[in-house]
């Protein structure tokens, strides 16, 4: 996120895309009701579903599933066709506008409305709100991001707000929603194939080295050895660009991966083709998997080891708003569970490693070493504070609340034309049906936690598909009935859930529920630029079954 949590009752128009914010971030979401409700904010929503949040919307946008870009080309056409642009902060901190400007111009609001299927008139309306507002901010998540087409959604919804100045200022900004509690912590940390610690390049030579130095790694020793001894054996960090959770499935088939370490995830619930998740894990030669549960692919390994939940453990947490906050240990750990950074410790000082850390707090103090984002964070700080936005460059720098004030990190910023492309997998007369996938209130991700807790399983005991009514009286089903969906990978059972929220031609299921695996219907293709997967658009019918449903 470019801004913070607190500065969204300072917009005067919110537009969010692709984020059931009220189930999926529900206290974020408190902080837009108070700014539509209290502070008189329009809030301009782009879902194909009906949503919670459309009971606060000035706009709601109902864009066919997949035609995010085609939405958002309409919007800046109209936007620089009715001279809403900001010319003076393009001229001044931009690159890019004119080959940009170029591809929007022919996108009408008549070839959006063809496309999306949104009224070309409510399109013209949101391309007003948000270009005329004195501070407007854009709020997103997986609904863009989990689209073979996730990294250009992302690169037009920059270009709107590069196009209207809406950037480095308080309540206008560019602002995903983070999809787990410490995802942008563990990107920050490292926890991507193509960056270390701070977002810094592993092809860069110069990063390399100052790892090895800061982690004591052996470099290579040219000189001349006496007698033509060989040289010491040399230890360098790789500067290639390793491979995401998808690639590695598809590697591991292919032969080239052979062992996996799975920590805190759950890839047969949470992965897309299931089917073809669980042909990796039953090939891999080696699989170790560090968890606080034994779940679905725990299943699989060869060795588990426990770990501590993170309500029995020290270290932090770095949120959506990119700040970092102190998590303390209110239980001990059960049976063996411990620490990850304990077992890992432990681990690599078999594997002939020298580690010696005590605490978190120590692994902390080295992460401000090497990560310059995170160079004046220390535990010591964040009990004094309660938390600190990350770039905090010094040990006396409040941390940043919002980004690109002055300045972006590239020097300009830069406008991308993208072209919108059809989802890999449309519709057809096999099967009719688009399924999207996401997530209920009541339960987080693959179930792991929330599906332990008697309540919240009480609240959202079983899987089922939301239908329109219209489709519903076409299939014959009844609410509650159980139909078997089913795609080109695979199938499921579930319940009938008849609503308007989702359109006709569209159906809902969520993830959550291992018994009736929505992943296993979903499509393993991929963004080409990010490897996200696509989750958000396949192709399934429906049928009704007569066997009921487990609960």
Same mark, same amino acid.
């Given at each position: 996120?470019?801004?913070?949590?607190?500065?969204i009752?300072?917009?005067?128009?919110?537009?969010?895309?692709?984020?059931?914010?009220?189930?999926?971030?529900?206290?974020?979401?408190?902080?837009?009701?108070?700014?539509?409700?209290?502070?008189?904010?329009?809030?301009?929503?782009?879902?194909?579903?009906?949503?919670e949040l459309?009971?606060?919307?000035?706009?709601?946008?109902?864009?066919?599933?997949?035609?995010?870009?085609?939405l958002?080309?309409?919007?800046?056409?109209?936007?620089?066709?009715?001279?809403?642009?900001?010319?003076?902060?393009?001229?001044?901190?931009?690159?890019?506008?004119?080959?940009?400007a170029?591809?929007?111009g022919?996108?009408?609001?008549e070839?959006?409305?063809?496309?999306?299927?949104?009224?070309?008139?409510?399109?013209?309306?949101?391309?007003?709100?948000?270009?005329?507002?004195g501070?407007?901010?854009?709020?997103?998540?997986?609904?863009?991001?989990?689209?073979?087409?996730?990294?250009?959604?992302?690169?037009?919804?920059?270009?709107?707000?590069?196009?209207?100045?809406?950037?480095?200022?308080?309540?206008?900004?560019?602002?995903?929603?983070?999809?787990?509690?410490?995802?942008?912590?563990?990107?920050?940390?490292?926890?991507?194939?193509?960056?270390?610690?701070?977002?810094?390049?592993?092809?860069?030579?110069?990063?390399?080295?100052?790892?090895?130095?800061?982690?004591?790694?052996?470099?290579?020793?040219?000189?001349?050895?006496?007698n033509?001894?060989?040289?010491?054996?040399?230890?360098?960090?790789?500067?290639?660009?390793?491979?995401?959770?998808?690639?590695?499935?598809?590697a591991?088939?292919?032969?080239?991966?052979?062992?996996?370490?799975?920590?805190?995830?759950?890839?047969?619930?949470?992965?897309?083709?299931?089917?073809h998740?669980?042909?990796?894990?039953?090939?891999?030669?080696?699989?170790?998997?560090?968890?606080?549960?034994?779940?679905?692919?725990?299943q699989?390994?060869?060795?588990?080891?426990?770990?501590?939940? $993170?309500?029995?453990?020290? +270290?932090? !947490? =770095?949120?959506? %708003?990119?700040?970092?906050?102190?998590?303390? @240990?209110?239980? #001990?750990?059960p049976?063996?569970?411990?620490?990850?950074?304990?077992?890992?410790?432990?681990?690599?000082?078999?594997?002939?490693?020298?580690?010696?850390?005590?605490?978190?707090?120590?692994?902390?103090?080295?992460?401000?070493?090497?990560?310059?984002?995170?160079?004046?964070?220390?535990?010591?700080?964040?009990?004094?504070?309660?938390?600190?936005?990350?770039?905090?460059?010094?040990?006396?720098?409040?941390?940043?609340?919002?980004?690109?004030?002055?300045? $972006?990190?590239?020097?300009? +910023?830069? !406008? =991308?034309?993208? %072209?919108?492309?059809?989802?890999?997998?449309l @519709?057809?007369? #096999?099967?009719?049906?688009?399924?999207?996938?996401?997530?209920?209130?009541?339960?987080?991700?693959?179930?792991?936690?929330?599906?332990?807790?008697?309540?919240?399983?009480?609240?959202?005991?079983?899987?089922?598909?939301?239908?329109?009514?219209?489709?519903?009286?076409?299939?014959?089903?009844?609410?509650?009935?159980?139909v078997?969906?089913?795609?080109?990978?695979?199938?499921?059972v579930?319940?009938?859930?008849?609503?308007?929220?989702?359109?006709?031609?569209?159906v809902?299921?969520?993830f959550?529920?291992?018994e009736?695996?929505?992943?296993?219907?979903?499509?393993?293709?991929?963004?080409?630029?990010?490897?996200?997967?696509?989750?958000?658009?396949?192709?399934?019918?429906?049928?009704?079954?007569?066997?009921?449903?487990?609960?």
């Amino acid at each position: 996120m470019t801004n913070s949590i607190r500065e969204i009752p300072e917009a005067e128009v919110i537009f969010v895309i692709g984020s059931n914010t009220t189930e999926a971030h529900p206290v974020l979401a408190l902080q837009m009701k108070k700014a539509v409700c209290g502070r008189g904010a329009k809030l301009i929503l782009a879902d194909p579903r009906r949503i919670e949040l459309a009971g606060f919307a000035h706009l709601h946008l109902r864009q066919r599933p997949g035609t995010d870009i085609a939405l958002i080309n309409t919007i800046a056409h109209v936007i620089i066709k009715e001279g809403l642009h900001d010319l003076a902060f393009i001229e001044e901190r931009t690159e890019g506008y004119e080959e940009f400007a170029a591809l929007v111009g022919e996108w009408t609001p008549e070839r959006g409305k063809e496309v999306t299927g949104v009224p070309a008139q409510e399109i013209i309306e949101a391309a007003r709100l948000y270009a005329k507002a004195g501070n407007a901010s854009i709020f997103w998540a997986m609904g863009i991001t989990q689209h073979t087409t996730g990294t250009d959604n992302v690169k037009a919804l920059v270009n709107l707000a590069l196009l209207t100045g809406h950037i480095g200022r308080l309540g206008a900004g560019l602002n995903p929603l983070r999809g787990q509690n410490n995802v942008q912590g563990a990107c920050d940390m490292g926890g991507l194939p193509n960056v270390y610690p701070g977002y810094q390049n592993v092809t860069d030579v110069a990063v390399r080295e100052k790892f090895e130095k800061a982690w004591g790694i052996t470099t290579a020793d040219d000189r001349p050895r006496p007698n033509g001894s060989p040289s010491p054996a040399v230890r360098r960090l790789d500067t290639q660009i390793g491979l995401t959770i998808t690639e590695i499935v598809d590697a591991i088939l292919a032969g080239e991966v052979h062992a996996l370490y799975i920590m805190g995830e759950n890839p047969m619930l949470s992965d897309p083709n299931l089917n073809h998740v669980r042909q990796a894990l039953e090939r891999v030669d080696f699989l170790v998997h560090q968890d606080i549960f034994l779940n679905e692919t725990g299943q699989f390994a060869d060795v588990v080891l426990p770990a501590a939940s $993170f309500a029995e453990k020290w +270290g932090t !947490f =770095t949120n959506t %708003e990119r700040r970092v906050q102190m998590v303390r @240990p209110a239980l #001990e750990p059960p049976g063996e569970a411990r620490p990850d950074w304990q077992i890992i410790t432990d681990l690599a000082n078999r594997m002939g490693a020298d580690w010696s850390y005590e605490s978190a707090a120590e692994i902390m103090d080295e992460i401000a070493a090497v990560t310059p984002i995170y160079g004046g964070i220390s535990h010591a700080r964040l009990e004094r504070l309660g938390g600190i936005q990350w770039p905090c460059p010094t040990p006396d720098h409040p941390g940043t609340q919002y980004l690109h004030e002055s300045k $972006f990190s590239r020097g300009r +910023g830069l !406008f =991308t034309p993208v %072209e919108f492309e059809e989802a890999e997998e449309l @519709p057809d007369s #096999e099967y009719p049906f688009i399924l999207s996938t996401g997530r209920v209130l009541f339960h987080w991700h693959g179930g792991t936690m929330s599906r332990r807790s008697p309540g919240l399983e009480s609240l959202a005991p079983q899987a089922e598909i939301e239908i329109h009514p219209q489709d519903a009286q076409k299939l014959g089903a009844q609410d509650g009935q159980p139909v078997r969906v089913s795609s080109r990978r695979g199938d499921v059972v579930a319940n009938v859930l008849i609503t308007p929220r989702s359109p006709t031609g569209t159906v809902f299921m969520t993830f959550h529920y291992a018994e009736a695996a929505a992943n296993l219907l979903t499509p393993n293709y991929v963004d080409p630029v990010a490897k996200i997967p696509e989750y958000k658009v396949s192709a399934v019918k429906v049928e009704i079954v007569e066997e009921a449903v487990s609960v």
